[in-house]
């Protein structure tokens, strides 16, 4: 299609933007309205971590320098010592039916498999919600089966199709870098997702040391910064661009 999406992390100022994606039914389209929410409740999330965690995080999808949406993940435990990814895609009303949801998972897909250790990354949608099973499917996802009365919306509960793919299914680029500032994050496709080390805040009573040792074991995912330490504009050979 000749379109190009980016990922990138969520400033201060996308917050407002992404809080009226989900306070509004129209904005949040048939399958992901499920009332009003605390609007606050990410502008303190990402005060606390940018949106960016061990758990889970928020990135925004550009087209060009547009917002079109925002992708997430959040673990999922298969194990007493394992975990997967579980990832989800929102659109703006404007953006949907282009394509942008399927590149923007693709491309999230292998960011993640490129600085975690998973093996498995999953995806669940409503069974009547067609469209994003053919994006899931574009994406490389395959179709598991039903979990049925899986989610309560509109009065009633739900079937939803999960979808997943595995590290082995997809192909990965060949690439290391040091940390440092300013530093360029393969994202397993062509270019990278920027990101800039700081300094971290030790606890009141925790040794120097003991914190760093602590800082150096966090899964790699985590180096992508606060974005408050970001230029309101994308760095130079900044986030990875796919071409559809």
């Known amino acids: 299609m000749g379109d ?7 400033t201060e100022d996308d ?3 992404l809080a009226s994606l989900r306070n509004s039914p129209a904005a949040s389209g048939l399958h992901e ?10 502008r303190r999330q990402w005060a606390e971590s940018g949106l960016l965690g061990d758990d889970g995080g928020t990135l925004i999808v550009l087209h060009d320098t547009d917002r079109v ?3 997430s993940w959040r673990k999922v435990r298969t194990g007493p010592t394992a975990f997967g990814w579980a990832i989800a895609v929102g659109l703006a009303p404007d953006f949907r039916g282009r394509g942008y949801g ?10 993640l498999f490129a600085h975690t250790q ?3 990354i999953e995806a669940t949608t409503e069974i009547t919600n067609v469209a994003e099973q053919r994006a899931l499917e574009k994406a490389g996802f395959t179709r598991e089966g039903i979990l049925r009365g899986t989610t309560f919306r509109q009065g009633r509960w739900h079937d939803h199709v999960i979808y997943s793919v595995l590290r082995d299914e997809v192909k990965l680029m060949d690439a290391t870098a040091e940390d440092g500032a300013g530093e360029q994050v393969p994202n397993g496709d062509s270019g990278a997702l ?7 805040r030790r606890g ?13 074991a966090t899964m790699s995912h985590r180096a992508l910064s606060r974005p408050t330490d970001w230029a309101s504009t994308p760095m130079a050979g900044g986030p990875a661009r796919l071409a559809k």
């Not at 309205?33 to 990410?42: C, L, V």
């Not at 920027?194 to 971290?200: E, H, I, L, Y």
């Open 204 to 216: 009141r009573n925790e040794p120097a040391a003991a914190k760093a040792a602590k800082n150096s």
């Open 194 to 200: 920027p990101r800039r080390r700081v300094p971290q």
């Open 4 to 10: 190009l999406v980016t990922l990138r992390p969520v």
């Open 69 to 71: 949406g925002h992708v």
């Open 15 to 17: 917050l407002a933007w």
């Open 33 to 42: 309205w499920h009332g009003w929410t605390d609007p606050q409740r990410r």
């Open 102 to 111: 399927s590149e923007a998972q693709r491309l999230l897909v292998r960011y």
């Open 118 to 120: 998973v093996n498995r």
